[in-house]
């Protein structure tokens, strides 16, 4: 079998402006923001949560309405005890509405206003276990985003080193041999970037931020646990809170046992002295 | 890119070449059968809870004489399994072992579940590994053998050692850590602003896979891309036995079977060893009883790999300084952190080296 081989000019020039080009779309800050995608932060969350409360709020109130339009028929026309609440009920259906209508920005506000809002009333702490659960989301995406902003860098850079060596086997081209084909340029490519990658994983800005990231994902994971331990609880199934309360129990019962059994050993062997 | 930027037809030509070979080596790869792990007999000779001791079966072919008479117990990682120790028949220091007379014990430590998450390392340096030693010395009727231990697991023997210096003969620590703060150490540095307790309190145990990507990302572009296009190159290639194939597969089955970390034991591990760096520094207690390595006065073989990026020679050679034996050997590998089980190299030397200097101190 033959690989096709190269003097290593234009063919190498144009797989290191295909590799710029794919990291330009895939991870660089800002390509994102180019191609009209959503961005992976937190007012998706708070967007999404905005949405459940408008669609939660309209039930409710077409409820209302319907026992109101109910009650009011058992009425004199006019006389309508509720008719006053009834109005109020589709100003306020109105507003829900409207607020679902506007659009992307009304929403936004709302959520974002939701999320400002102190928790309230008889879903207060699943209110704010969701919320809490929602801004770790949040705080992990963001360190997410920034930490693949770091490895598009590195591999931006890997291509800057690449395109040097080949600049210096061209330079020194008796003294080294050229790039003669892809699997080579392959090698070149991921030599260059543990180079890099080692000196970026050494520095301190790295080493915290992703430390940052993987303390985002733990607050997150426990927000989680959080929530579905509150599940949990209300089919009245165990929890992992519960079985560690088991686990400690009976690490101390093993641990009193053996010091016992080792008392009582001392015991016997002063009676058999 | 457009078909017509200079050097696409050329680029599209060895890429398609560059992808040929690797079709080629996938459909190599996909005949590949199981491989098996191990190659030396042994028997369960201890177990507690879900820690397993086993004894290899002496090589017949060793003539009494030539026997080492103190047995050697070795206590592998945490991390990963200890069959490393005896992956296959030319790649075994366990095999390389007994063929030269040595007695071999081996812990396994087993794989913690969610009920293990409350052991600690009082569990593991005073009771399982005290517990082994205790029946390897009942089984051989000796008083003090030979310990050896291999990286995280050199770190819990040196512990012991410290803590019961007289029930060892020699120690022999391989690719351990001791000095978790010097600048080649990535690991530590990564480590450093980790919220370890939240980290436990978040996953119990620490899970084997979270650990072995945190490896990979050690080296991101060889670990995860380029040894695999090396295989599927080396697949193509008709001199490639079939037996270099199953060394690789034989390898990801090792690195990547990883037991999950008991939860308590990590947090301890990471926070007293890797983040205050406590068994250097002198202030390391377990179980209340404080960990001076001074107390070590056996003979102490200390075996490190120059080209360790896990456990960097840096963070093994202050032992030399800080332990209390006046026979203090080291043996420098020229490999990696994993080569020095299973290079070629590391099967000439590495058993040779152990059972040469056991046997010069068996009748001391």
């Given amino acids: ?273 | 890119m457009s078909e017509s930027t200079p050097g696409s037809a050329e680029l599209a030509a060895v890429t398609n070449d560059f992808m040929r070979r690797m079709s080629q080596g996938l459909a190599a790869l996909a005949n590949a059968g199981d491989v098996t792990i191990g190659s030396s007999a042994k028997d369960a000779v201890f177990t507690e809870d879900k820690v397993t001791l086993y004894r290899y079966r002496p090589s017949e072919v060793v003539a009494p004489e030539n026997r080492v008479r103190t047995p050697l117990l070795i206590s592998y990682a945490l991390v990963n399994r200890p069959y490393m120790m005896d992956l296959q028949t030319d790649r075994s220091l366990i095999r390389g072992l007994l063929q030269r007379g040595v007695d071999v014990y081996l812990i396994d430590w087993g794989y913690p579940d969610g009920a293990d998450r409350y052991l600690a390392l009082e569990d593991y340096v005073l009771r399982y590994l005290p517990h082994c030693v205790d029946f390897v010395r009942q089984a051989s009727q000796q008083d003090r053998i030979n310990l050896l231990g291999v990286c995280q697991g050199g770190t819990m023997t040196l512990c012991y050692a410290a803590l019961h210096p007289q029930r060892l003969r020699n120690l022999i620590t391989m690719v351990t850590p001791v000095d978790f703060h010097t600048p080649e150490n990535l690991l530590t540095k990564w480590a450093k602003h980790v919220d370890v307790d939240a980290l436990v309190a978040a996953t119990g145990n620490v899970s084997g896979d979270a650990l072995n990507a945190l490896f990979v990302s050690l080296m991101p572009f060889r670990l995860n891309s380029q040894k695999y296009v090396d295989l599927l190159h080396q697949l193509n290639d008709p001199d490639t036995s079939g037996a270099a194939l199953e060394n690789f597969l034989r390898m990801e089955k090792w690195i990547f079977d990883s037991p999950d970390q008991a939860g308590e034991m990590f947090r301890q591990f990471l926070t007293l060893f890797v983040k205050q760096n406590r068994l250097k520094d002198g202030t390391l207690e377990v179980g209340g009883r404080k960990v001076d390595l001074k107390q070590i006065t056996m003979p102490l073989l200390n075996i490190y790999a120059m080209q360790d990026h896990l456990v960097p020679p840096s963070a093994s050679k202050p032992l030399g300084e800080l332990t209390g034996s006046s026979d203090y050997s080291t043996h420098e590998f020229q490999g990696g952190h994993i080569g020095i089980y299973v290079s070629g190299t590391a099967q000439r030397q590495i058993p040779d080296r152990i059972a040469g200097w056991l046997r010069e101190r068996d009748r001391s």
């Fill in chain 1, 1 to 273: 079998m033959t690989e096709s081989k190269n003097d290593g000019s234009d063919w190498i020039q144009a797989w290191i402006q295909q590799q710029r080009e794919q990291l330009r779309r895939a991870g660089m800050p800002g390509a994102d923001a180019a191609s009209g995608e959503k961005s992976a932060g937190g007012p998706d969350q708070y967007r999404d949560l905005g949405m459940r409360w408008l669609e939660a709020g309209q039930a409710y109130l077409q409820g209302w309405q319907q026992f109101a339009q109910r009650s009011a028929g058992g009425s004199a026309a006019g006389e309508t005890p509720l008719k006053f609440g009834e109005e109020m009920l589709n100003a306020w259906q109105g507003t829900w509405a409207g607020a679902a209508s506007a659009g992307e920005g009304a929403t936004r506000q709302f959520a974002d206003l939701i999320s400002r809002l102190p928790a309230l009333g008889l879903a207060r702490e699943q209110t704010e276990a969701w919320r809490e659960l929602l801004a770790a989301q949040a705080e992990y995406q963001h360190l997410e985003q920034e930490l693949r902003t770091v490895w598009a860098k590195v591999q931006t850079e890997a291509l800057v080193m690449v395109e040097a060596a080949i600049r210096e086997r061209r330079a020194k081209q008796d003294a080294m041999p050229g790039i003669e084909d892809y699997r080579e340029l392959y090698n070149l490519w991921v030599e260059c970037g543990e180079k890099v990658f080692a000196q970026v994983a050494h520095s301190e800005s790295y080493c915290k931020l992703q430390a940052q990231l993987g303390n985002a994902a733990i607050r997150l994971k426990l927000r989680q646990q959080a929530v579905l331990e509150r599940a949990l609880k209300h089919f009245d199934l165990p929890t992992r809170s519960e079985l560690n309360t088991v686990h400690k129990q009976m690490r101390e019962l093993r641990e009193r046992v053996a010091t016992l059994e080792a008392q009582l050993a001392a015991a016997r062997g002063e009676e058999r002295s």
